[in-house]
């Protein structure tokens, strides 16, 4: 079955810091991975994701990660954090064969400090 | 459209009563998922279409709850006798199946509440 952990609820950071939030993943064969950003009373917006290829995929915002394939991890990262990119992150992760469906971890709400 | 359009945006029914909720999605894209995303938490899946059928629909949380997809287009979302339960954000995303476009795009929820 597949799954998704997302271990911290809550990730602080000073703006102008660099950032992470973790993601681990269980599937059955090669993922497509994704990150995904929520702002409040909003929809979900597809910030990156990672097929195949470079480990390092770069998306939307300056936003980044790094899938490593031994660690089952797709950590987000960004170099420097903007008091703008508070938000709820949601990692996913879908087969690329049978159900198609996407599995969300729990989320991560990450708070840029001023 | 230029993306994925729910309607209603809010809606509050009293307990008891059917609702429906309408998704459209973008243009072409074959596969369509609604999600439950309850306050505070993460998202729930509910069911998938691939076309005008449903091959995965084992989130449904009970037989009060149905969807359909006709046209390869709008899907439906029924909640019938609703409890104060299923009050929550509903969530429509669509996405394509080829390698380059996997990811799901979503809309902006219906929210309901149920009193």
């Known amino acids: 079955a597949q799954s998704v952990a997302q271990p911290e609820d809550q990730v602080n950071v000073a703006e102008g810091n660099p950032l992470t939030v973790k993601c681990t993943y269980s599937?059955?064969?090669?993922?497509?991975l994704f990150w995904y950003v929520q702002y409040p009373n909003r929809g979900l917006q597809f910030l990156l994701k990672?097929?195949?290829?470079?480990?390092l995929v770069k998306g939307s915002y300056g936003f980044e990660a790094e899938f490593n394939k031994s660690q089952t991890s797709f950590h987000l990262k960004k170099p420097s954090a903007l008091v703008s990119d508070s938000a709820l992150y949601f990692c996913a992760v879908r087969g690329i064969s049978g159900t198609y469906k996407y599995i969300f971890g729990t989320g991560t709400r990450l708070k840029v400090l001023a | 459209g230029a993306g994925v359009s729910q309607s209603p945006s809010n809606k509050v029914t009293e307990k008891g009563k059917d609702v429906e909720l309408r998704c459209d999605p973008i243009?072409?894209?074959?596969?369509l998922y609604w999600y439950r995303q309850r306050l505070g938490q993460g998202l729930e899946f509910l069911i998938y279409f691939q076309g005008n059928s449903a091959p995965d629909k084992s989130g449904l949380p009970s037989d009060r709850f149905s969807a359909e997809r006709t046209g390869e287009s709008v899907s439906t979302l029924t909640i019938q006798r609703t409890q104060q339960e299923d009050s929550a954000v509903y969530l429509c995303?669509?996405?394509?199946?080829?390698?380059?476009?996997?990811?799901?795009?979503f809309g902006q929820g219906t929210r309901l509440t149920v009193v």
């Open positions: 990672y097929i195949t290829g470079d480990n």
């Open positions: 599937v059955s064969g090669n993922p497509y």
């Open positions: 995303a669509s996405s394509g199946l080829g390698h380059l476009n996997t990811e799901a795009f």
């Open positions: 243009s072409g894209h074959t596969a």
